[in-house]
């Protein structure tokens, strides 16, 4: 399917305003888009059951976040991120943090697929929130999502260190 409309480099919002296609509110739901491409990707070499699922929980839930940044009119935004969203993150995180051997020091990333995956998807999660903060300087953006999108990088990360083949850390000298 194409459009055409978007052959001399504008977009459309989800509230139908044009927009450069390198505008920093473009830049950061097309990053929340690349996050849930790389969670889903990271999902197929998971292999507990529950954190598959957490995972494609939060796959839909960043179809929220996406939202709230593609619409430059908040009143015609939908579905909010909620107080319970970051709760369900910090769920995650106490769980796999708590099964930890020796949760400090640093971690070598991708002892495994399924680790390496999940570094990654946290990698471009931290992108996505210092293009969202950086959206917080031209535009109004719920405070809830600038906070979700932190938290879950640290759940993405927990998730990932849970999943190391070794959990050991190396230790900073």
Do not use: W
Request: aromatic content about 10%; overall charge neutral; some cysteine.
């Amino acid at each position: 399917m194409y459009t055409k409309t978007g052959d001399k480099g504008t977009t459309s919002l989800f509230d139908n305003k044009r927009v450069t296609k390198d505008d920093i509110r473009v830049e950061s739901y097309g990053t929340i888009d690349e996050l849930g491409s790389f969670l889903g990707l990271a999902k197929n070499f998971v292999k507990e059951p529950e954190m598959k699922e957490q995972i494609f929980t939060i796959q839909n839930k960043l179809f929220t976040v996406a939202t709230n940044l593609a619409t430059e009119n908040q009143a015609k935004v939908m579905y909010k991120i909620k107080e319970e969203d970051i709760k369900y993150l910090e769920e995650i995180i106490d769980l796999y943090m708590g099964r930890l051997n020796d949760p400090t020091g640093f971690i070598v990333p991708g002892s495994s697929v399924e680790s390496g995956y999940l570094h990654v998807a946290r990698t471009v999660c931290r992108r996505a929130e210092r293009r969202i903060v950086s959206l917080t300087g031209v535009a109004e953006v719920d405070p809830l999502v600038v906070k979700y999108v932190n938290r879950l990088s640290d759940a993405i990360y927990a998730m990932a260190r849970y999943s190391e083949d070794q959990q050991s850390s190396v230790k900073y000298q």
